[in-house]
């Protein structure tokens, strides 16, 4: 198995082999695409509502670092849950080496609700974004540490000129402090560092101080308790991406309204 200090690598070197052996497509073509679409639903203002902590309720058969959780998950019934416990969005993966995913389970989810739908998956370059969009979804993830400052710049202007909305997600107060410089305007704190797999719950806390009010801020990872959430109420961020925690009890839903009180 491999260690959480190589996780990330080998994830990324797996993607880099399939951008390499996926069919050329000009980007024009994509562009082109994109302008067809129906708009997509609001993410930003999804996430902000005064007064309320908001959730963005995600879906995954498995993970590295977790091993199988919900193998027989179906994207469209669990989206329903979901939308009826009160998600205000959705996560899906899509990684299928990794995570038993694709890139389908979007579309899938989307059309069981009326939420907006993060594709949440490790995106490289402008063609994935493109491709994100074309795939029904209504967000992109952007991993701060796995671009240089400038191509993070590129790829927040690339992802917004397709209409996207992005969750720009940092690991450290550091990473925070690039994310806000190259444009974001939701910023995802991953509690869990990526390299140890430890979590350090006070990181949402630092980065709100860092980020100011007018940033949308999400807590991820590590949140699995009715305490752990009212702990990110404190922190002052406006939601919290949850997913593991839903996916392994019998009802994902249930388990929603439980942890949103």
């Known amino acids: 198995m491999t260690a959480p200090a190589d996780l990330l690598k080998h994830i990324i070197a797996a993607k880099l082999r399939a951008h390499a052996a996926r069919s050329p497509r000009a980007l024009d073509a ?9 708009a997509p639903r609001p993410w930003r203002d999804s996430l902000r509502v005064a007064g309320r902590l908001q959730a963005i309720a995600e879906f995954k058969r498995r993970s590295p670092s977790a091993g199988v959780i919900r193998a027989d998950a179906d994207p469209a019934a669990i989206a329903t849950e979901y939308a009826a416990a009160g998600a205000a969005a959705l996560s899906v993966l899509t990684d299928e080496e990794f995570f038993g995913a694709e890139l389908g389970d979007v579309g899938r989810a989307r059309q069981a609700c009326a939420l907006p739908v993060l594709r949440k998956d490790f995106l490289l370059d402008e063609r994935d974004l493109l491709e994100t969009r074309l795939g029904s979804a209504d967000a992109a993830l952007l991993i701060v540490r796995l671009f240089s400052a400038s191509q993070l710049g590129a790829l ?3 992802g917004k000129q397709a209409g996207l909305g992005l969750l720009v997600e940092a690991h450290t107060d550091g990473e925070v402090e690039i994310a806000l410089a190259a444009g974001a305007e939701v910023v995802g704190v991953n509690h869990r560092d990526l390299d140890t797999l430890q979590i350090d719950l006070g990181l949402s806390a630092r980065a709100r101080r860092l980020a100011g009010e007018d940033i949308v801020l999400v807590a991820e990872s590590g949140l699995a308790t009715v305490e752990d959430l009212a702990l990110m109420r ?8 949850v997913g593991e925690s839903l ?4 009802s994902p839903g249930d388990k929603l309204r439980e942890l949103l009180g």
């Open 30 to 38: 994509l562009w082109a695409e994109v302008a067809t679409q129906p």
């Open 156 to 158: 927040v202007a690339v």
């Open 234 to 241: 404190r922190h002052r961020v406006d939601a919290v991406l």
């Open 247 to 250: 996916l392994r009890a019998p």
